[in-house]
């Protein structure tokens, strides 16, 4: 894989990943039995990994997946996949 820009533009930092949108279920401190019945978080929370997808940012006529820094700073780059670059038309998780 390579990045199209591996640096961040505004701090100059590289790039630490690709930002991701992950689905879950925030559990419950009981099972709720009542109606009434108070329930709090449990601090537990379970990612549904299969659901998990890159963000992506439309840039021009291209769809590019959002990377950041770990200074939390985010930008679009194409990202070249065994030398071909990943945009909406042809990444795999697209809708």
């Known amino acids: 894989m390579k990045l ?9 930092e590289p790039a630490r ?19 009434d019945q108070h329930v709090e978080y449990s601090s537990w929370t379970e990612i549904w990994w ?15 997946p959002l990377v950041c820094c770990g200074g939390g700073h ?3 780059t194409a ?3 065994n030398s071909q670059p990943v945009t909406h038309s042809n990444r795999k998780d697209k809708p």
């Open 79 to 81: 990202i070249e996949w």
């Open 50 to 64: 299969d659901e998990q997808k890159t963000v992506h940012q439309q840039v021009g006529s291209d769809n590019l």
């Open 4 to 12: 199209n820009i591996p640096v961040c533009p505004e701090c100059g």
């Open 17 to 35: 990943g690709t930002v991701e949108r992950l689905s879950g279920v925030a559990t419950f401190d009981c099972e709720p039995t009542g109606h």
């Open 74 to 76: 985010t930008w679009p």
